[in-house]
């Protein structure tokens, strides 16, 4: 499975994952809808645990086949019950947003981490 791991050792909080990750995932550059969020050399990423797809009432949130967890945004109410129950605190919310959003292990964050914080691990 292809999940981002961190080593927040590493961190020096310059904030070049969040960029790209906003610029990938919503096409515009907004530190707050990124999907991976450093506060104080702390990094907030999905590591792809599933915890969040006990909790969707609705089964919008489910396993892909590659193993990454994703949210199905045609069936999910906003009820925002995942943002709250996420170990990880990596299910995000914005308010311009109707439905939480994650990290899907694009790495496009990785290949933008100037010190290797964040980079793809493959587990099996």
Not at 53 to 71: F, S, T
């Amino acid at each position: 499975m292809k999940r981002l791991a961190k080593k927040e050792e590493l961190c020096t909080g310059c904030g070049e994952c969040e960029k790209v990750c906003s610029q990938a995932f919503f096409k515009e550059n907004d530190r707050e809808k990124s999907c991976i969020q450093v506060n104080e050399e702390k990094i907030k990423v999905c590591n792809q645990c599933g915890e969040c797809i006990a909790v969707c009432p609705i089964e919008a949130i489910y396993r892909d086949k590659n193993g990454v967890v994703r949210i199905n945004k045609k069936i999910c109410t906003s009820c925002f019950m995942c943002v709250g129950f996420c170990p990880e605190l990596a299910m995000m919310m914005h308010g311009d947003m109707l439905e939480p959003f994650k990290c899907i292990a694009c790495g496009q964050c990785a290949k933008a981490c100037p010190t290797q914080a964040i980079f793809i691990s493959e587990e099996v």
